[in-house]
Protein backbone atom coordinates (compact mmCIF):
# COMPACT_ATOMS: atom_id res chain seq x y z
CA UNK A 1 0.00 0.00 0.00
CA UNK A 2 1.43 3.84 -0.83
CA UNK A 3 1.65 5.69 2.11
CA UNK A 4 -0.65 8.26 0.45
CA UNK A 5 -3.18 5.56 -0.07
CA UNK A 6 -2.90 4.89 4.32
CA UNK A 7 -2.91 8.26 5.33
CA UNK A 8 -5.88 9.64 2.96
CA UNK A 9 -8.10 6.60 3.44
CA UNK A 10 -9.86 8.32 6.44
CA UNK A 11 -10.66 11.35 4.75
CA UNK A 12 -9.67 14.61 2.75
CA UNK A 13 -7.41 16.84 5.21
CA UNK A 14 -5.11 14.79 7.32
CA UNK A 15 -2.07 15.63 10.28
CA UNK A 16 0.66 14.03 10.44
CA UNK A 17 2.76 14.93 13.44
CA UNK A 18 5.78 13.95 15.39
CA UNK A 19 8.97 14.84 16.74
CA UNK A 20 11.83 16.82 15.04
CA UNK A 21 13.59 14.41 12.32
CA UNK A 22 10.64 11.55 12.66
CA UNK A 23 10.23 11.73 8.77
CA UNK A 24 7.35 14.26 8.35
CA UNK A 25 8.87 16.65 5.98
CA UNK A 26 10.25 12.95 4.16
CA UNK A 27 6.48 11.70 3.77
CA UNK A 28 5.20 14.37 2.83
CA UNK A 29 7.68 14.89 0.10
CA UNK A 30 6.95 10.91 -1.21
CA UNK A 31 3.09 11.60 -0.94
CA UNK A 32 3.58 14.85 -3.34
CA UNK A 33 5.16 12.65 -5.43
CA UNK A 34 2.19 10.20 -5.53
CA UNK A 35 -0.61 12.68 -5.70
CA UNK A 36 -0.01 15.27 -8.37
CA UNK A 37 -0.39 17.73 -9.43
CA UNK A 38 0.70 18.82 -6.20
CA UNK A 39 1.27 22.37 -4.00
CA UNK A 40 4.12 21.93 -1.23
CA UNK A 41 3.73 25.19 0.53
CA UNK A 42 7.19 25.06 2.87
CA UNK A 43 8.39 27.32 5.73
CA UNK A 44 11.70 26.90 5.89
CA UNK A 45 13.97 24.83 3.51
CA UNK A 46 14.22 21.37 4.77
CA UNK A 47 12.85 20.36 0.71
CA UNK A 48 15.89 21.83 -0.84
CA UNK A 49 17.97 19.02 0.49
CA UNK A 50 15.79 16.50 -0.69
CA UNK A 51 15.97 15.32 -4.03
CA UNK A 52 13.65 17.54 -6.46
CA UNK A 53 10.49 15.34 -6.77
CA UNK A 54 9.03 16.62 -10.54
CA UNK A 55 8.08 19.43 -12.26
CA UNK A 56 4.44 18.40 -10.87
CA UNK A 57 5.11 19.88 -7.76
CA UNK A 58 5.04 23.31 -7.40
CA UNK A 59 6.95 24.30 -4.67
CA UNK A 60 6.35 27.80 -2.91
CA UNK A 61 8.75 28.87 0.58
CA UNK A 62 6.82 31.12 2.73
CA UNK A 63 7.18 32.93 6.25
CA UNK A 64 4.41 33.74 7.58
CA UNK A 65 -0.03 32.59 8.26
CA UNK A 66 -0.67 35.03 5.63
CA UNK A 67 1.67 33.92 3.05
CA UNK A 68 0.37 30.23 3.26
CA UNK A 69 -2.72 31.65 2.60
CA UNK A 70 -2.30 33.74 -0.42
CA UNK A 71 -0.21 30.77 -1.80
CA UNK A 72 -3.00 28.34 -1.73
CA UNK A 73 -5.10 31.43 -2.90
CA UNK A 74 -3.29 31.84 -6.04
CA UNK A 75 -1.97 28.37 -6.43
CA UNK A 76 -4.80 25.63 -6.14
CA UNK A 77 -6.51 25.67 -9.05
CA UNK A 78 -5.92 22.16 -10.71
CA UNK A 79 -4.01 20.79 -7.83
CA UNK A 80 -4.74 17.74 -6.32
CA UNK A 81 -3.06 17.94 -3.43
CA UNK A 82 -1.97 20.81 -0.80
CA UNK A 83 1.10 20.21 1.35
CA UNK A 84 1.94 22.37 4.02
CA UNK A 85 5.32 21.66 5.88
CA UNK A 86 4.79 22.22 8.66
CA UNK A 87 1.44 24.22 8.98
CA UNK A 88 2.04 25.69 12.73
CA UNK A 89 5.62 26.93 12.28
CA UNK A 90 4.35 30.78 12.17
CA UNK A 91 1.05 30.12 14.33
CA UNK A 92 3.77 29.40 17.24
CA UNK A 93 6.01 32.69 16.17
CA UNK A 94 2.72 34.83 15.56
CA UNK A 95 0.27 33.83 18.09
CA UNK A 96 -2.64 35.08 15.89
CA UNK A 97 -5.29 32.95 16.81
CA UNK A 98 -7.90 34.37 14.28
CA UNK A 99 -5.64 34.24 11.20
CA UNK A 100 -4.38 30.76 11.88
CA UNK A 101 -8.44 29.92 12.05
CA UNK A 102 -9.05 31.57 8.95
CA UNK A 103 -6.41 29.23 7.35
CA UNK A 104 -7.28 25.87 8.96
CA UNK A 105 -10.90 27.36 7.57
CA UNK A 106 -9.61 27.66 3.93
CA UNK A 107 -7.59 24.29 4.11
CA UNK A 108 -11.50 22.54 5.44
CA UNK A 109 -12.89 24.48 2.63
CA UNK A 110 -10.59 23.14 -0.49
CA UNK A 111 -10.90 19.67 1.31
CA UNK A 112 -14.47 19.28 0.99
CA UNK A 113 -13.99 20.51 -2.52
CA UNK A 114 -12.10 17.31 -3.29
CA UNK A 115 -8.80 18.58 -3.45
CA UNK A 116 -6.44 16.17 -0.44
CA UNK A 117 -4.52 18.34 1.87
CA UNK A 118 -1.64 17.23 3.82
CA UNK A 119 -0.82 19.13 7.41
CA UNK A 120 2.86 18.43 8.96
CA UNK A 121 2.71 19.76 12.48
CA UNK A 122 5.64 20.25 14.63
CA UNK A 123 5.82 19.73 18.21
CA UNK A 124 7.72 21.68 20.85
CA UNK A 125 10.18 20.45 23.39
CA UNK A 126 7.80 19.56 25.97
CA UNK A 127 6.71 17.00 23.17
CA UNK A 128 3.01 19.49 22.57
CA UNK A 129 1.81 20.18 19.37
CA UNK A 130 0.95 24.24 18.86
CA UNK A 131 -2.06 24.39 17.72
CA UNK A 132 -3.43 20.62 18.83
CA UNK A 133 -6.97 21.99 18.99
CA UNK A 134 -7.26 23.29 15.38
CA UNK A 135 -5.43 20.03 14.34
CA UNK A 136 -7.86 17.88 15.73
CA UNK A 137 -11.19 20.19 15.21
CA UNK A 138 -10.46 20.28 11.65
CA UNK A 139 -8.73 17.50 10.92
CA UNK A 140 -10.58 14.13 8.98
CA UNK A 141 -7.38 11.80 11.01
CA UNK A 142 -4.33 12.97 13.15
CA UNK A 143 -1.65 10.98 12.61
CA UNK A 144 1.66 10.10 14.51
CA UNK A 145 4.65 9.36 13.11
CA UNK A 146 7.62 8.02 15.07
CA UNK A 147 10.26 7.17 12.56
CA UNK A 148 8.90 4.10 11.23
CA UNK A 149 5.55 3.56 11.87
CA UNK A 150 2.65 5.83 10.99
CA UNK A 151 0.23 5.43 13.62
CA UNK A 152 -3.29 6.69 14.25
CA UNK A 153 -7.14 5.19 14.83
CA UNK A 154 -6.24 2.21 15.58
CA UNK A 155 -3.77 1.03 12.52
CA UNK A 156 -0.49 1.26 11.47
CA UNK A 157 1.77 1.71 8.26
CA UNK A 158 5.68 0.58 9.09
CA UNK A 159 7.70 2.94 6.72
CA UNK A 160 11.63 2.64 5.89
CA UNK A 161 13.25 6.23 4.75
CA UNK A 162 15.47 6.54 2.11
CA UNK A 163 17.75 9.27 0.23
CA UNK A 164 15.18 9.46 -2.51
CA UNK A 165 12.30 8.03 -1.36
CA UNK A 166 9.83 6.56 1.48
CA UNK A 167 8.86 2.77 1.43
CA UNK A 168 5.59 2.19 3.23
CA UNK A 169 3.48 0.34 4.27
CA UNK A 170 5.61 -2.44 5.10
Known sequence: M???????????????YGRSGSGK???????????YPSLF????????KKPVLSHKT???EVSSVFEIAK???????????????????SYRRERNYIDFMKLMTLLSSISLSGTKVLLSWEMTWKNQVSGEKFMRKT???VVLTTGTSLIGNLRECRFRIYRDKVVGCL
Open 71 to 89: AIVQGVSGMKLVVIDPVNR
Open 2 to 16: KISEFLFSRGNLISI
Open 25 to 35: TSLSLQVASEV
Open 139 to 141: SDD
Open 41 to 48: IAEGNDYM
Open 58 to 60: RFV
